[in-house]
């Protein structure tokens, strides 16, 4: 998610995930305040990241593990497969399901059993990844046999 920048006439407020940034034309001061973001570990921001994306392309339907900030539907189950997902959003009919992992955690034993167990349950499943960290995310899925049931989705 980038920057959003809203003006006022007597105002200039920047957001980002991790603050919202508040400039008084009047005296030039500036208030700084950390984002609900700032408060999550590096997984939770990236997931809080990803379902504010999902919201911002038109996603309505959607739930996410441990967001409580955000206007979601709890009723929409993450269970898939054996494991239980990290984002469930449907759109057009469709139900897709997005485990979300931080570079660090990418090519754990944990990991890699958690994804063999979601990859049982969806068609419809992705690996959500920093951009940075999408070509390793692919190997890994290459090398444990999972690229043809898990797509990777490069994240900011």
Known sequence: MEAKIQETSDHIQISTPLYQILIKKSDWSLYLKA???SKYSKHQAAVLRLVEQLIDHGAREIN???ITE???NGNLSLACGQGRADVVYIQDGVTYFIEVETADRLGRQQTTEQLGKLASGSENLFLAV???AAAEAGRILRLIGLNRRIQVLPIE
């Open 35 to 37: 984002s609900q973001a």
């Open 70 to 72: 955000l206007p979601l």
């Open 130 to 132: 920093p951009i940075a």
């Open 64 to 66: 996410a593990d441990g």
